[in-house]
Nanobody, 129 residues
């Protein structure tokens, strides 16, 4: 149903900014009804929620105020703009998608990995002091 490709990962100094992008190839569905999310995984740690978006938005406590998630329902993309970056923001960032309405359609979107069926390959973000 959906295939995702992330891009935009880079090595950035603390306090800097970065924009990640995720392009979705959609077959047999309507992108505008899907729930999108960003997760990240630091070395040696579990994958954790960053942000998600349906027609509502949810952020993790660790990034709230420093990131903006957005989507373009014409281009079928979702982006994550990050600023005031910290070393602890380092990790592989994954784009995820759910086509199921229960994941966020007309409500605050999910922050649970299990709710997302499609995943990208990840893009590396390294924040150095």
């Amino acid at each position: 149903q959906v295939q995702l490709v992330e891009s935009g990962g880079a090595s950035v100094q603390t306090g800097g900014s970065l924009t990640l992008s995720c392009a979705a190839e959609v077959t047999g569905g309507m992108f505008r009804t899907y729930t999108l999310a960003w997760f990240r995984q630091a070395p040696g740690k579990d994958r954790e929620f960053v942000a998600s978006i349906s027609n509502f938005i949810k952020y993790s406590d660790s990034v709230r105020g420093r990131v903006v998630i957005s989507r373009d329902n014409v281009k079928n993309t979702v982006s994550l703009y990050m600023h005031s970056l910290k070393v602890e923001d380092t990790g592989i960032y994954y784009c995820a998608c759910s086509v199921r309405p229960s994941s966020g359609y007309n409500k605050v979107p999910s922050d649970q990995q299990a709710d997302f069926e499609a995943w990208g390959q990840g893009t590396q973000v390294s924040v150095f002091a």
